[in-house]
T-cell receptor, first 113, second 115 residues
Framework: GESVGLHLPTLSVQEGDNSIINCAYS??????FIWYKQESGKGPQFIID?????DKRQGQRVTVLLNKTVKHLSLQIAATQPGDSAVYFC????????????FGAGTRLAVHP | NAGVMQNPRHLVRRRGQEARLRCSPM?????VYWYRQLPEEGLKFMVY????????ESGMPKERFSAEFPKEGPSILRIQQVVRGDSAAYFC?????????????FGPGTRLTVT
């Protein structure tokens, strides 16, 4: 299938380890953030979201942390599995009144058995 | 419950031809967003539409690109007189009409290749 982001930064982890993917966002007024997973040849798939009035949100095996002071977002994946291999994008909504998302450049997660 | 549908999945056009990309939002969604993804880059916002209205087209190139979301039928992204630089993956997303804190659901994309 088609490759997305041939020169994206890559995070390589062993199966079963925890993964942490980081993202710096640009707009201090952004009030809603989403992490998406994109597999080769597919559209982005929602993972987890967080509003700016929170600093942590947990899902199934995933946790998002938001640090508004330094405009930093992270995605933690527990017990990483081969099926987690993909490109991960953070997206911010710059409080435009509707869901106009600004995407980060992406990080490729490679899970090795 | 079908997700966001896009067609065609792959489209090859020669320079100067027109490309028409179609997007059917999820059932019950009346907000449609188009994004473009160039190789090695993240998605870039192009346009936001509601039924029969263009709300924000700030990401659309000024020439050759247009979008519509008619009362009936899919949203259409139209690129006239395509050039090689238009080669990219074009994604459509939809969201429900209830406030701004809602995830966008993405379609599988249309991969446009201009030869």
């Amino acid at each position: 299938g088609e490759s997305v982001g041939l020169h994206l930064p890559t995070l390589s982890v062993q199966e079963g380890d925890n993964s942490i993917i980081n993202c710096a966002y640009s707009n201090s007024a952004s009030d809603y953030f989403i992490w998406y997973k994109q597999e080769s040849g597919k559209g982005p798939q929602f993972i987890i979201d967080i509003r700016s009035n929170m600093d942590k949100r947990q899902g199934q095996r995933v946790t998002v942390l938001l640090n508004k002071t330094v405009k930093h977002l992270s995605l933690q994946i527990a017990a990483t599995q081969p099926g987690d291999s993909a490109v991960y994008f953070c997206a911010e909504n710059p409080s435009s009144g509707y869901n106009k998302l600004i995407f980060g450049a992406g990080t490729r997660l490679a899970v090795h058995p | 419950n079908a997700g966001v549908m896009q067609n065609p999945r792959h489209l090859v056009r020669r320079r100067g031809q027109e490309a028409r990309l179609r997007c059917s939002p999820m059932k019950g969604h009346s907000h449609v967003y188009w994004y473009r993804q160039l190789p090695e880059e993240g998605l870039k916002f192009m346009v936001y539409l509601q039924k029969e209205n263009i709300i924000d087209e700030s990401g659309m190139p000024k020439e050759r690109f247009s979008a519509e979301f008619p009362k009936e039928g899919p949203s259409i992204l139209r690129i006239q007189q395509v050039v090689r630089g238009d080669s990219a993956a074009y994604f459509c997303a939809s969201s429900p009409p209830v406030g701004q804190f809602h995830e966008q659901y993405f379609g599988p994309g249309t991969r446009l290749t201009v030869t």
